[in-house]
């Protein structure tokens, strides 16, 4: 699986502390259900985290970045990508 982390996301969570809904290109994602969690260092506690969730019936590959406290994309489906990116194009062109 070729991972890239990419744009930084903005997550919130419930009140358990559960992913809820985030934010990413200007769009915001409800999370549907968290499918797994994987940690870089078993000894780390504060290492980063990746989290693969299901939002949109789409899945995404989140960072967390426990250290520095950031979320960041890693991957997402490439049809939203570039819907997104010709999205923000026709927005610019747009008088």
């Known amino acids: 699986m070729n991972q890239q982390i990419s744009d930084t996301v903005s997550v919130f969570f419930d009140s358990s502390g559960a992913p809820e809904q985030f934010l ?25 985290r990746t989290y693969r969730v299901r939002a949109a019936g789409r899945t995404f590959l989140l ?8 979320w960041q994309m890693m991957r997402s489906p490439l049809s939203l990508r570039l819907g997104l990116t010709l999205e923000g194009w026709a927005m610019r062109m747009t008088p």
Do not use: K, L, Y
């Open 24 to 48: 990413w290109r200007g769009r915001s994602f409800r999370v549907e259900m968290v499918e797994r969690i994987w940690r870089s260092g078993q000894q780390e506690t504060h290492g980063p």
């Open 63 to 70: 960072r967390h970045d426990r250290r520095h406290r950031r």
